[in-house]
């Protein structure tokens, strides 16, 4: 989601495609902790993807903020690695938001090799957040994805 210094300008769908605003969306993490409104960029923070955050006050601020553009009835999301693949924070009540990542991040080791074996697939349902479906597969047809790192020697 943009940050909130971007909000001003926001007010033609062209404003959208501007490369900052289309960065917020992508690096800018959902949480589901209600942040303070007043997340202003800064490149020094850029650096590292997750800096920023936004919680259900920064997005009920972005929705009034561009309600003249389009209304925000509800937030679909991707990049951030939930430990099931997917997550609905209930903070969210005004604006329902779905993180969906696909496979299942290893929450307890960080792990973005051990994978859950199942995928979380995102199903369209008209005027909701989109109905999740859980699909099983098999280890091998996982390999490849996330190659395991080679080990560096050091010496």
Request: proline letters at 8%.
């Amino acid at each position: 989601m943009p940050l909130q210094d971007r909000w001003p300008l926001l007010k033609t769908m062209e404003a959208f495609h501007h490369q900052r605003c289309l960065g917020d969306f992508t690096w800018t993490r959902a949480t589901a902790y209600p942040s303070k409104l007043g997340w202003k960029y800064d490149p020094s923070k850029r650096a590292t993807s997750s800096t920023f955050e936004f919680g259900y006050k920064d997005l009920e601020g972005f929705s009034k903020a561009v309600e003249s553009v389009f209304p925000v009835k509800r937030l679909v999301r991707g990049h951030d690695h939930v430990e099931n693949g997917f997550e609905v924070p209930s903070a969210y009540k005004g604006i329902p938001v779905l993180t969906i990542n696909g496979f299942g991040f290893h929450y307890i080791d960080g792990s973005v090799v051990k994978y859950r074996p199942k995928l979380a697939l995102g199903v369209k349902v008209e005027g909701q957040l989109p109905r999740v479906e859980e699909v099983t597969y098999l280890p091998e047809e996982h390999a490849g994805v996330y190659p395991p790192k080679e080990q560096s020697s050091s010496g």
